[in-house]
Antibody, heavy 119, light 104 residues
Framework: QVQMVQSGAEVKRPGSSVKVTCKTS????????VTWVRRAPGQGLEWIGS????????LYADKFKGKVTITADESTNTVYMDLNSLTFEDTAVYFC????????????WGQGTLVTVSS | SYVLTQPPSVSAAPGETALITCGGN??????VHWYQQRPGQAPLLVLH???DRPSGIPERFTGSNSGDTATLTITRVEAADEADYFC???????FGGGTKLTVL
């Protein structure tokens, strides 16, 4: 059974960066694509980007190009999301989810990581 | 980019049927996935490929997809169904704006 376990909540200052981790288990890491989604207060789900370990390649939503970097460490079955130049608008719960690509749904999801940007 | 439109809110009394729609241009030609998100929890896949239920999802959750509208139908609504529901089309990671289901 595939599981996605995320790192804990973070409080950051405006202008700083945050790294959120997503540790996967239950399947061969190279076969687990990972997509990152966020939900800001009062908003819906928003796609940030996706990583395909098999191709060692990340794709980003236009809005997040230059702001987000998604990487992976195959030795620890972990995918990382770095978010830089934080603003108050980046306050949100960030989720990772398994993404098998093609027309597959996102399933399962990590438990979520609350990132709060506060001065 | 492709736009998915959902009603912001839907309400139903316990035992009634709730219909949550997801509109998109020729959405019937795509697969649609549905997620339930309860407050403070991660999204949960409740329907995939328009009509298929993942293991553990009650038969009360059904779906359809034709023309410009996909629909999630929840029969015999229960208090535990109160949540936000999001649709997603299969060929991109685009979500509808979400529908809050209130159980009266």
């Amino acid at each position: 059974q595939v599981q996605m376990v995320q790192s804990g909540a973070e409080v950051k200052r405006p202008g700083s960066s945050v790294k959120v981790t997503c540790k996967t288990s239950g399947a061969t890491f190279r076969n687990i694509g990972v997509t990152w989604v966020r939900r800001a207060p009062g908003q819906g789900l928003e796609w940030i980007g996706s990583f395909a370990p098999m191709f060692r390649r990340a794709l980003y939503a236009d809005k997040f190009k230059g702001k987000v970097t998604i990487t992976a460490d195959e030795s620890t079955n972990t995918v990382y999301m770095d978010l830089n130049s934080l603003t108050f608008e980046d306050t949100a719960v960030y989720f990772c989810a398994r993404d098998l690509g093609a027309s597959s749904p996102l399933d399962p999801w990590g438990q979520g990581t609350l990132v709060t940007v506060s001065s | 980019s492709y736009v998915l439109t959902q009603p912001p809110s839907v309400s139903a009394a316990p035992g009634e049927t709730a219909l949550i729609t997801c509109g998109g241009n020729n959405i019937g030609s795509k697969y649609v996935h549905w997620y339930q998100q309860r407050p403070g929890q991660a999204p949960l896949l409740v329907l995939h490929y328009n009509t298929d239920r993942p293991s553990g999802i009650p038969e009360r959750f059904t779906g359809s997809n034709s023309g410009d509208t996909a629909t999630l139908t929840i029969t015999r609504v229960e208090a535990a169904d109160e949540a936000d529901y999001f649709c997603q089309v299969s060929d991109s990671v685009v979500f509808g704006g979400g529908t809050k289901l209130t159980v009266l």
